[in-house]
């Protein structure tokens, strides 16, 4: 199968780790969020480590996805990037976008 690669731009708000306390208050799970490189997040809790969706997910990344990040992609957005200063930002937030390339 033959890749075709596109230009875009992701925005990495929330991008890196966070720390996040388990629902029993005891314990604190660290969640990577990778937004610019293969989109895989990971955490250090249990049910991450035995989750059997692929890719593996956890309530934790669920929870710092839908809070902490963006999310928004050039690809699967038709708000276009805005520009400040000659610099690219996120139409959502205002973030200063990443560009990236995407397999088509
Ligand atoms: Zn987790
Ligand atoms: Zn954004």
């Known amino acids: 199968m033959k890749l075709t690669w596109a230009d875009g731009w992701v925005c990495p708000k929330g ?3 966070h720390k996040v306390t388990s629902s029993d208050g005891k314990r604190q799970y660290l969640v990577e969020i990778c937004l610019t490189e293969f989109d ?3 955490c250090t809790c249990p049910a991450y480590m035995f989750s059997k969706t692929d890719p ?3 309530k934790h990344i669920d929870k710092v996805l839908e809070e902490e990040v963006c999310g928004w992609v050039s ?7 805005v520009k400040k200063n000659g610099i690219l930002c996120c139409p959502q937030c205002s973030t200063e976008l990443v560009s990236v390339k995407f397999a088509v």
């Open 15 to 17: 991008e890196g780790t």
């Open 40 to 42: 895989i997040h990971t």
């Open 56 to 58: 593996k997910t956890c």
């Open 75 to 81: 690809l699967y957005s038709s708000r276009q990037p």
